[in-house]
């Protein structure tokens, strides 16, 4: 296994983003759903959201006894967001995830971190539509480019950061519980946010 292989692992194909010793940190290449962050509107964070509780839950279960052996329980540190709410979160011990902005920006999509930690004078809601690296974090829903949810919170407590249909950041974030906005998905006819877990895999398994 290495960085940047497509693999398929349970009913999915995923991208190695990291490997660590025996473990390999992998990614859906595509979407594998559309929901809403949380199913209530209220102020949210990753540790309390619908989300993380459908990919721990009903999403973590679509998986065999064996494959689930192979998956790691994982401690995610939870940065707030360091443009709007730069304070940290609790952390999180998850089974299957979704990437942090950090992770996002970071070398797992060809590094953009710079752009974070020296925040433009004119940018407010969107990253960078300029970074050459946003099509590097371009993903699609039953073959159509689609948004996606990131585990960090956008500018208000309601809201949550997103990937862009275009690969660029919405670091204001969209609100974590809205299913409707204007632009519809061609097939589902929702504009709910799309869901790309994230898991840390054991590599040498033999049981």
């Known amino acids: 296994m290495r960085v940047g292989q497509i693999i398929t692992f349970g009913n999915y194909k995923w991208k190695v983003l990291n490997i660590k010793d ?3 940190l992998i990614i859906t290449l595509d979407i594998v759903k559309q929901m809403p962050y ?7 964070i990753w540790l309390n ?3 993380r509780d459908y990919l721990n839950n009903t999403f ?4 065999s006894d064996h494959e689930k052996a192979r998956i790691i329980t994982t401690t995610n540190h939870n940065s707030g967001n360091l443009w709007y709410n730069p304070g940290p979160e609790p952390d ?5 995830f979704i990437l942090s902005l950090e992770e996002m920006v970071g070398p797992y999509f060809n590094d953009s971190m710079q752009l974070l930690i020296n925040k433009g004078k ?3 809601y969107w990253f960078e539509r300029r970074d050459d690296n946003n099509s ?11 948004w996606y949810w990131v585990r960090t919170g956008g500018r208000l407590k309601t809201s949550t950061v997103y990937i862009h249909g275009d690969g660029n950041i919405g670091i204001q974030g969209n609100k974590a519980s809205k299913k409707n906005y204007n632009t519809l998905h061609p097939i589902t006819q929702s504009n709910e946010g799309g869901v790309r877990p994230a898991l840390w895999l054991e590599i040498d398994y033999n049981q």
């Open 136 to 146: 590097f974090r371009k993903s699609s829903y039953l073959g159509y480019v689609w």
């Open 22 to 24: 025996t473990k390999a």
């Open 38 to 44: 949380h199913n209530r509107h209220e102020a949210v």
């Open 60 to 63: 973590y279960n679509e998986f």
């Open 49 to 51: 959201s619908s989300l």
């Open 122 to 124: 004119n940018q407010r």
């Open 92 to 96: 999180s011990e998850d089974k299957v």
